[in-house]
């Protein structure tokens, strides 16, 4: 017999000889139930970095079981046909989606919810206004040092967990700081890196 649409039967006793009627043969069935999976971590051909953080899911509004299956691939369990499926990611300092979240399930289960996460960009900035010039380290490989001025403002860009270290001279001047440098980033922009320098002093003698 065929199986009803979205479900999973069996026969309890459904074999033997009969020699009398027979009252013992049930018919029980279930849902059957799908997954939602896709790739949790690692790096797309593209280069974007798939979530190594916190994946959670929910089937029709209501909390569902995510399991890590491999280290880099997931999936949401127990989904029926015609279940809302969404999947949420959160990384620290990323953005990140998932590929056709929230899903429509239906009568098979769905592999292709991979998570993809781009970092946030943040800057460093503050006042410039005696037009000092600006050198700028950070500490991670190929990341843009580049410096936008923006009237007596200047702004360096950056992203979590970057190490931003900003360096001012100034002729005519015995030193300038950069108040706060080096910088630790954080999931905000830090707008207070003003720029100071000391008036160089001479004497004249005889």
């Known amino acids: 017999l065929a199986q009803p649409d979205g479900q999973t039967c069996l026969v309890a006793n459904g074999s ?19 997954t939602v999976s896709g790739l949790r971590n690692g790096t ?79 800057t460093i900035g503050g006042s410039n206004s005696i037009g000092a010039t600006l050198t700028v380290s950070n500490s991670r490989a190929g990341a843009d040092t580049s410096v936008t001025p923006s009237g007596t403002n200047y702004s360096v860009p950056a992203q979590y967990a970057d190490v931003v270290t900003v360096t001012a001279t100034k002729a005519g001047y015995a030193s300038c700081n950069v108040i706060g440098s080096p910088f630790t980033v954080g999931t905000a922009n830090i707008t207070t890196a003003d720029v100071v320098c000391s008036n160089t002093t001479y004497s004249v003698g005889g």
Do not use: M, R
Not at 88 to 97: D, E, L, R
């Open 16 to 34: 033997g000889t009969v020699n009398y009627n027979v009252g013992s043969v049930s018919v029980i069935c279930t849902a059957t139930t799908y």
């Open 44 to 122: 797309s051909a593209t280069g974007t970095d798939y979530v190594a953080g916190v994946i959670t899911a929910t089937i029709n509004n209501v909390s569902a079981t995510v399991t890590n299956l491999n280290g880099t691939t997931y999936q949401v369990v127990g989904a029926k046909a015609g279940d809302t499926v969404a999947v949420f990611a959160q990384k620290t300092g990323y953005g990140c989606q998932i590929a056709g979240s929230p899903f429509t399930v239906g009568a098979s289960n769905i592999s292709t919810a991979d998570i993809s996460c781009l970092p946030i960009p943040y």
